[in-house]
């Protein structure tokens, strides 16, 4: 692909490009593939120099172009010399912002894959990844299309899987994972799109079809600095959308209406309480899922907790907002499968239940807990044992909120380790226990798996022990190290269960 095709509706600054001292046109500057890593450029690939919280692609444009970079863009014009570019034949393209610029150059290089399918965004602090498994579950259900999905958990083409690496990939392999959509038969694709993807314009230039937006509660304060500053991130996907779009939005929330303030898309709202397009009434939760009616029709599902009747709600008014009738509503939504990791029960014959879930918000820890409060059965004597900590290097404020909202929901709290990263375990243990004033209550166990141990040795028959924090994860990132560990897995093993 040549140059000046690939920087359609890039906004250049300035362009260097003069080779070996003579001047040369973007038609004639051939391009083999795009980077942003410098050490995976290759023979005449164009290399985006991206400014990150740890990193400075600028810093590395020398070794982009030792590898063979032809075409460097970036937003500092000092950082190289328009003299080393001339004499090493590489092209220098100054931008206002890198990482809008690669959005663009990527879309344009695959030949624009989203606009061949209906593009449906959720975001929001909890349920983005309930929320898509269940669109993904309601389209293919009721109008038999091929869906793919890009999310927390996982990516996926229709039946086919592949790991996660980010909530919302980088912008290049979004659209790579777009072309591979398209290219085995998606007519669709739902997405989660994260607060940080929309800061740093990944989602840049996708032409949504429908949006969602399902609550906003603290978490990322540590990238994003205020909670004005997370909404305001949050609010860009609905600000972007077209009057041909549709945005869908949770009512019941306190910025469910404010996220759509000013959008050009119609709006389509879901609640339980205030008034709605879509709403559920006479809302029952069990053990065995929940029932209500929704405009109407009596409906029965086996997803557990309220949190999860706004995750549905969200889903089908996400799938009316595209102009699909769910005819068949009943079965559809009775057949909706959880996404892994979310109140993943797991039975024990001494009687107790464990439920490994990926709460890892004050918010969706409490919802989580009193979910438990709504379905145990009170006719039992039992305890709940809550096990969670708090990921290191990301915001520290939330930990002694969930410290209390633990203490207040649990007969025993466990605090251990989840993801330290770069910080003290005990650290952010000490934090979280700033929150606790039931310290007779409380255990401390910075291992985790010990801390699992310790508590399905506690448990009784009836008990219910909520090890929260990881969910589908499978491993512990410790320092720089990634080390395989897996809730589930731990249960299982300490259990005698495998």
Known sequence: MTLSELLQGVSVTKMFQTMYGKMVTTHDVKISGIQYDSRKVQRENLFVALKGTGSDGHKFLSSAISNGAK?????????????????TGTVKI????????????????YGHPAKKMSMIGVTGTNGKTTTT?????????????????????????GDEKYPATHTTPESLEMQQLFTQMVQKGCTHCVMEVSSHALHQHRTEGISFTAAVFTNLTQDHLDYHGTMEEYFTAKKMLFDGLSNEAVAVT???????????????????????????NVKAENVSVSVKGFTAVINGEEISSKLVGRF???????????VLALGIDVKNKQSVIASLAPAPGRFDQIQ????????????????????????????????????????FGAGGDRDITKRPKMGAIADRLSDVMIVTSDNPRNEDPMEIISDILEGISSKSKTFVESDRGKAIA???????????????????EDYQVIGQEKIHFSDREEILKQASLK
């Open 308 to 318: 999860n009747v706004y995750n549905v709600l969200g889903a089908y008014a996400a």
């Open 454 to 472: 310790k508590g399905l040795s506690m448990a009784s028959s009836g008990d219910v022990i909520l090890v929260a924090g990881k969910g589908h």
């Open 133 to 157: 498994f269940l669109i993904k579950q309601m389209l293919e259900a009721s109008s038999g299309v091929k869906v793919g999905l890009i999310g927390t958990v996982e990516y996926a083409i």
């Open 71 to 87: 075409v460097i863009v970036i937003e500092d014009d000092q950082a190289i010399p328009d003299s080393l570019c001339m004499h």
């Open 250 to 276: 949770n009512a019941d929330s306190d910025y469910g209406m404010k996220v759509v303030d000013g959008c050009k898309a119609k709006v389509l709202s879901y609640s339980v309480n205030n008034h709605s």
């Open 348 to 387: 024990s014959p001494k009687g107790w239940t464990a439920i490994v879930d990926y709460a890892h918000t004050p918010d969706a820890l409490e919802n989580c807990l009193q979910t438990i409060h709504d379905i145990l059965p009170h006719r039992y004597k039992t305890k709940i044992i809550t096990i």
């Open 94 to 109: 100054v931008v206002g912002n890198t990482r809008k610029a690669l959005a663009q150059i990527s879309a344009n290089y």
